[in-house]
């Protein structure tokens, strides 16, 4: 069995920053790509950055410049950083990775939980 779990989500203030953390753990051979996306009421989830296994990262362009997507292979382990926050910026933020199984041969997308991210003044 494989999870992911995020954590590092909360309320803040607009402007303030926050720093989201993803662990992939269990019986995985190799993790692929990783990525953060968001869904806020009402909305569709959508990507908010990317990053292969060889650390190239990809944003939405709302993004673009205020986050920093980073990745720790070694500890299968994505980041967000994520700076000058606003207000659309609340969401769920969901972690995702494709991943090889141990024991298996076939690719698999798999999700994290969420995490809350709240932007109010």
């Known amino acids: 069995q494989v999870q992911l779990v995020e954590s590092g989500g909360g309320l803040v203030q607009p402007g303030a920053s926050l720093r989201l953390s993803c662990a992939a753990s269990?019986?995985?051979?190799?993790?692929?790509?990783m990525g953060w996306y968001r869904q806020a009421p009402g909305k569709q989830r959508e990507l908010v950055a990317g990053?292969?296994?060889?650390?190239?990262?990809n944003y939405a362009d709302s993004v673009k410049g205020r986050f920093t997507i980073s990745r720790n292979n070694a500890k299968n382990t994505v980041y967000l950083q994520m700076n000058s926050l606003k207000p659309e910026d609340t969401a769920v933020y969901y972690c995702?990775?494709?991943?090889?199984?141990?024991?298996?041969?076939?690719?698999?997308?798999?999700w994290g939980k969420g995490t809350q991210v709240t932007v109010s003044s």
């Open positions: 995702n990775a494709n991943l090889l199984r141990t024991g298996t041969i076939l690719r698999v997308d798999t």
């Open positions: 269990g019986s995985i051979f190799r993790v692929y790509d």
């Open positions: 990053i292969t296994s060889g650390g190239s990262p």
